[in-house]
């Protein structure tokens, strides 16, 4: 009796609650996932005897708040919901979840039986209306497998993307996780507990589940005065790094010398070129004043040589055997100025725009009588873009066509009007519709075997145009490969086609180096790059994963695919450039359809593991766009320049966003360890990166100092690089900060420098830049000692004119950009 006293007197231990089975009996003893379809899940109809399915009573205790608590005291009992009292699940207001499910199509009304009772099931939508039994999959009558009686009674399915659409803040994967009710339990074992069905598979996403995604967009203004920027823009990535701000200020108010030289860094910002020539007026062009602009024949032809090599090369717009005539003709009677045609004058002052960046300034100067200025190349297209304007032209042609695809290249190769050129594409596209070139020339009686093969190089050449701004700006394509039937150019050489062909002569294979190899072999991947982008730049991106990851393996296929176009018989120079040249941007071009497909997932990978494929194939697209980058600038800068473009700073932000989200101490983290943040254990990753980024870096100031603008996005990217490796290396960050300074005085010193003789500069001239500003900062006690002159054997191109190039780290600061600035710096 005393035993018995002593054992009622100790306080009685809490019992475990046991979690209520969901899985089906025999999926339950097999230890296999289980869809819990009622009434027999879709292993067990897959199986021999489908009629074993059955489900531990009370399976169905999770019950909305309209059912009857003894709704489901009877698996052979009719459960009926009331139809006009039923209230939608509960979930944020931004959880992305359609009322009251995604995938039920709010079943309002259902009624269950067991299997074999001989009670029909039924179901009533939210229209009121009556259906019949839940089939799944392809069985049913078009509604998806997971469709069913059990998901709505369960809970709403997992929102995948959540967030608000005007801004672009942190964790957006959320999800109240279902409340388990306080059940007394009988004894249970511990295989019971953790049944491989029940730990962790009622709130995971899987690759089958139907996502609702919202892409990161920004919008900068207010009311009705606003300006949009989707996912494609890399600044959308940099509000992924949230301490960027204060990292910034810091420098700014460290180093006091930005505040007295801030002045002349804002007008670094703006461009030089703001006022003059830019927005200087002049006089409509004619036929006289556009060959008064042209320079003389040796340096013209000179500069149509770079840009049949490394511009038509990659866009067709010109049959150049055609063209070659023409110039010879131009020339032969340039004299008389009244017979020549101003289109044509035109559409030369352009081809010799577009190749004006990858010529050799000193070749040019030497062919030339006097001395070109700075801005020369701009002229030809400010006066080209203004006759364009003034020609009114009301059916466009084929040498109109051209002439507007030359302008929308020439002012991509100088950053002129990055903000329009989205509208300027889809105007392009939408007028050789209205021409009729979206379908293929051969249905139609009455066009020459010449003009159908350049009909067709044309209509692949805007949409292509078209395809990649709408993937650099964050913007849905303006067509679909629905949308068009034109057939792909022939795999031919320009010189075995002519206006007189009669008969389409036989192309050769990719493996071939001809003219159009590179628009053939690109336009191979046309559709897919197509879908992805219009899939990917939608307002609401609705589709499963297992979709996303068929997409990337049709993508990674293409890649594997391009031909090398490199055989032993390849000996001129030429087409060995442009073999190089044609291979490393159909990579890029598919690196970055990669990039735009996957970021969205990867941004949430931390949160959901369903995605850790998806960070790990953007990693993988970033380091090939940043690899060829680096390859290129080591063998040929001049082809470094030609590739040169969004998708490298937008691989350049990627790869410092996954650098910044490293955990120092991953042991800790909570995620699968198959994930991408498993990079940190990794000796000398993160360090292989960040060179490859700094090659990225200096390879961008190459182009940012022959461009109209791009100050601004240089600061930027400096900044995020060196806040990157502060964080990785919190011991050496004051040195890093001191870099960014003298980064920044290096590059304005540089511009200014090149402009010192330049009318354009107005009356403040170089300002504070008039003294060396780099050689004071340095000279301040205290500084940090300079690195060495080149980074991992990469040196600034001499040919290109880079003057003094900050070495090692790099970085901004924030003392003329607010932050306002930073989040819309590519919308300018």
């Not at 180096?513 to 072999?521: K, L, N, R």
């Not at 500069?761 to 500084?783: E, W």
């Amino acid at each position: 009796m005393e035993e018995v006293h002593t054992f009622s007197a100790q306080p009685d231990r809490p019992r475990k609650r046991r979690r209520r089975t969901m899985a089906c009996t025999q999926c339950r003893s097999r230890k296999l996932r289980c869809d819990r379809e009622y009434p027999t899940c879709g292993r067990c109809l897959k199986s021999r005897a489908p009629t074993k399915c059955t489900y531990e009573d009370g399976f169905l205790w999770q019950q909305p708040t309209t059912v009857a608590t003894n709704a489901f005291t009877d698996r052979g009992s009719t459960i009926s919901f009331p139809r006009t009292e039923q209230q939608p699940l509960q979930t944020p207001p931004d959880s992305g979840i359609g009322a009251p499910s995604i995938r039920s199509e709010a079943l309002v009304s259902t009624t269950v039986t067991a299997p074999g009772s001989g009670v029909t099931t039924t179901t009533t939508g939210a229209d009121g209306q009556g259906h019949g039994p839940p089939f799944r999959g392809k069985h049913g009558n078009g509604k998806e497998r997971r469709d069913c009686f059990l998901e709505t009674v369960l809970g709403a399915p997992k929102a995948a993307i959540n967030q608000d659409p005007f801004a672009t803040t942190g964790g957006i994967l959320q999800r109240p996780r279902r409340a388990f009710p306080e059940l007394d339990a009988t004894f249970s074992s511990q295989v019971d507990n953790e049944d491989v069905d029940e730990v962790g598979f009622e709130d995971s996403l899987t690759p089958a589940n139907q996502l609702d995604l919202s892409p990161r967009i920004m919008m900068r203004g207010r009311e009705t005065k606003t300006r949009f920027s989707g996912s494609g823009i890399y600044a959308n990535l940099v509000t992924q790094f949230p301490d960027i701000k204060a990292f910034a200020e810091d420098i700014r108010l460290t180093n006091p010398i930005l505040s007295r030289v801030r002045p002349d860094l804002e007008r670094v910002k703006r461009g030089l070129w703001k006022r003059r020539p830019l927005n200087e007026p002049f006089p409509d062009p004619t036929a006289v004043s556009l060959i008064a602009l042209l320079p003389t024949r040796a340096v013209a032809d000179e500069l149509i040589r770079v840009y049949l090599t490394f511009v038509e090369s990659t866009h067709r717009i010109i049959h150049v055997p055609t063209f070659l005539r023409d110039v010879d003709e131009f020339w032969a009677t340039s004299d008389n100025a009244n017979i020549q045609s101003a289109s044509f004058v035109a559409q030369l002052l352009l081809v010799l725009a577009c190749a004006w960046n990858y010529a050799d300034v000193d070749l040019l100067q030497e062919k030339s009588t006097k001395p070109p200025r700075c801005y020369t190349a701009v002229e030809w297209v400010l006066h080209s873009e203004k006759w364009i304007i003034n020609a009114r032209i009301k059916r466009a042609e084929i040498n109109t066509l051209r002439l507007y695809i030359l302008l929308i290249t020439a002012q991509n190769c100088f950053g002129m009007k990055r903000s329009q050129a989205w509208l300027a594409t889809s105007h392009l596209v939408k007028s050789a519709m209205m021409s009729g070139y979206h379908r293929d020339p051969s249905k139609y009686a009455g066009i020459s075997t010449f003009n159908m093969e350049m009909r067709r190089r044309i209509w692949y050449t805007i949409v292509e145009l078209d395809l990649q701004v709408a993937l650099d700006r964050g913007m849905p394509p303006t067509i679909h490969c629905s949308d068009y039937d034109t057939r792909l150019p022939l795999n031919i050489n320009d010189d075995e086609l002519n206006e007189s062909t009669l008969e389409p002569p036989e192309g050769y294979s990719l493996s071939s180096a001809v003219d159009c190899s590179y628009q053939t072999a690109l336009g191979r991947s046309l559709p897919l790059r197509l879908k992805v982008c219009s899939l990917m730049n939608s307002p609401r991106v609705s589709c499963r994963y297992e979709e996303i990851q068929r997409l990337d393996w049709e993508l990674t296929r293409q890649v594997a695919q391009i031909p090398s176009w490199f055989s032993p018989n390849v000996t001129s120079p030429a087409t060995f450039e442009k073999a190089t040249l044609w291979k490393a941007l159909i990579e890029m071009r598919l690196a970055q359809t990669l990039l735009s497909l996957h970021t969205p997932f990867a941004i949430e990978a931390r949160e959901e593991a369903l995605f850790a494929p998806s960070a790990r194939s953007r990693l993988d697209a970033a380091v090939m766009i940043l690899s060829t980058q680096r390859r290129l600038h080591e063998t040929s800068p001049l082809l470094s320049l030609c590739v040169l473009g969004e998708c490298t700073i937008q691989a350049l932000v990627s790869v410092c966003q996954v650098l910044h989200s490293l955990d120092p101490h991953p042991a800790t983290t909570p995620f699968p360890p198959s994930s991408l943040f498993q990079l940190a254990t990794l000796p000398g990753l993160p360090e292989s990166l960040i060179s490859l980024t700094e090659s990225a870096l200096i390879a961008l100031e190459v182009r940012f100092l022959l461009v109209v603008k791009g100050a601004k996005d240089y600061f930027f990217l400096s900044t995020i690089s060196a806040l990157v490796k502060a964080k990785l290396w919190p011991l050496q960050a004051t040195m890093y900060k001191q870099q960014v300074v003298e980064r920044v005085l290096s590059f304005a010193q540089t511009l200014f420098q090149r402009h010192a003789s330049c009318e354009h500069l107005g009356n403040p001239g170089m300002g504070n830049f008039k003294d060396n500003q780099v050689a004071a900062f340095l000279s301040t006690p205290g500084m940090a000692p300079a690195l060495p002159t080149d980074l991992d054997g990469i040196i600034p191109p001499p040919n290109l004119g880079v003057g003094v190039t900050p070495p090692g780290d790099f970085d901004p600061f924030l003392d003329v950009f607010d932050w306002d600035d930073l989040a819309g710096m590519a919308a300018i």
